[in-house]
């Protein structure tokens, strides 16, 4: 069994940087992607970035701005965020796929206010 913990998420001024970090611990053998997903209050949950076979996909809104980096050997991902937006306040969710299976953390949330 996969478990996976997220870290990282806070409260940010507009226009400043998180980085939020999730590590997959347990059967980790056979996980081919990683990345993150988000869901914002009253709107479905949407894809932010996820990384397969070496290349990552973006959603248009964060495109520039965040970057996903999947260590295999740690078997940890990183969002790395910029430029934050108040529209990109939501709990983020990690995302593996193990074994064509989806796996999700329990989310950890992401304000950006002034």
């Known amino acids: 069994q996969v478990q996976l913990m997220e870290s990282g998420g806070g409260l940010v001024q507009p226009g400043g940087s998180l980085r939020l970090t999730c590590a997959a611990s347990g059967s980790a053998f056979g996980i081919s992607a990683m990345g993150w997903y988000r869901q914002a209050p009253g709107k479905q949950r949407e894809l932010v970035a996820l990384?397969?076979?070496?290349?990552?996909s973006y959603a248009d809104s964060v495109k520039g701005r965040f970057t996903n980096s999947w260590d295999n050997a740690k078997n940890t991902v990183y969002l790395q965020m910029n430029s934050l937006k108040p529209e990109d306040t939501a709990v983020y969710y990690c995302?593996?796929?193990?074994?064509?299976?989806?796996?999700w953390g329990q989310g950890t949330q992401v304000t950006v206010s002034a």
């Open positions: 995302n593996a796929v193990r074994l064509h299976e989806p796996i």
């Open positions: 990384t397969s076979g070496g290349t990552t």
